[in-house]
Nanobody
């Protein structure tokens, strides 16, 4: 059974850090581009970052550039999103997804995890 499972979310104070994980089972992640997206209540789903399948190229939304880092460990079949200097506006449900292109348009991604909640609040 194909499955993507996000983990690592939680409650953190402004300025804090979290590392999200996206673990795949039933298929190998290294053939695909992986994207991280987020959706806050009442807002549209927003692309955060993505990483390519081939050379590890990465792309970031301007809102997280310099604060978030995406990486992948193909041996563990897992992609990570290290989030530093978190702000209240980063509060959202974070999703990982599988695609073929290094883009942040959600419609380019075919398979999604169930999401993990990140709340940044004092």
């Amino acid at each position: 059974q194909l499955q993507l499972v996000e983990s690592g979310g939680g409650l953190v104070q402004p300025g804090g850090s979290l590392r999200l994980s996206c673990a795949a089972s039933g298929f190998a992640l290294d053939y695909y581009a992986i994207g991280w997206f987020r959706q806050a209540p009442g807002k549209e789903r927003e692309g955060v970052s993505c990483i390519s399948s081939s050379d590890g190229s990465t792309y970031y939304a301007d809102s997280v550039k310099g604060r978030f880092t995406i990486s992948r460990d193909n041996a563990k079949n897992t992609v990570y999103l290290q989030m530093n200097s978190l702000k209240p506006e980063d509060t959202a449900v974070y999703y990982c997804a599988v695609g073929f292109r290094l883009v942040l348009e959600f419609y380019e991604y075919d398979y999604w995890g169930q999401g993990t909640q990140v709340t940044v609040s004092s």
